[in-house]
């Protein structure tokens, strides 16, 4: 099982980035997908996640109407993308995959390795 997120940089604030991560190595449909974001000296915390079909998605409050998810199951890809970034925001982001979904980093089995996003005030 492999989970590649990609998409992340340095930008001011105000930019918008999409985040990107491919699943390969299992079944993608059959998987709820999550993104999480750690920044430094803080705990990973929850951002959003969708579930197997892309019907049912969910965003935390403090990114709420700036981050969206999707995911296209075609292309086992799930996306975050990412508008009127703060510098709050800087982190590295974490995409997982599990068959339920859920927002405690515990449940999750699978990991992307992370893509580190800074935003610059």
């Known amino acids: 099982v492999q989970l590649q997120a990609s998409g992340g940089g340095l930008v001011q604030a105000g930019a918008s980035l999409t985040l990107s991560c491919e699943g390969s190595?299992?079944?993608?449909?059959?998987?709820?997908l999550a993104w999480f974001r750690q920044a430094p000296g803080k705990e990973r915390e929850w951002v959003a996640d969708?579930?197997?079909?892309?019907?049912?998605?969910d965003i935390a409050d403090f990114v709420q109407n700036r981050f969206t998810i999707s995911r296209d199951n075609t292309r086992n890809m799930v996306y975050l993308k990412m508008n009127d970034l703060k510098p709050e925001d800087t982190a590295v982001y974490y995409c997982a995959a599990r068959i339920i979904i859920s927002r405690r980093v515990s449940d999750y089995e699978y990991w992307g390795q992370g893509t580190q996003v800074t935003v610059s005030s």
């Open positions: 969708i579930n197997r079909s892309g019907v049912i998605e």
């Open positions: 190595g299992f079944v993608f449909p059959n998987y709820a």
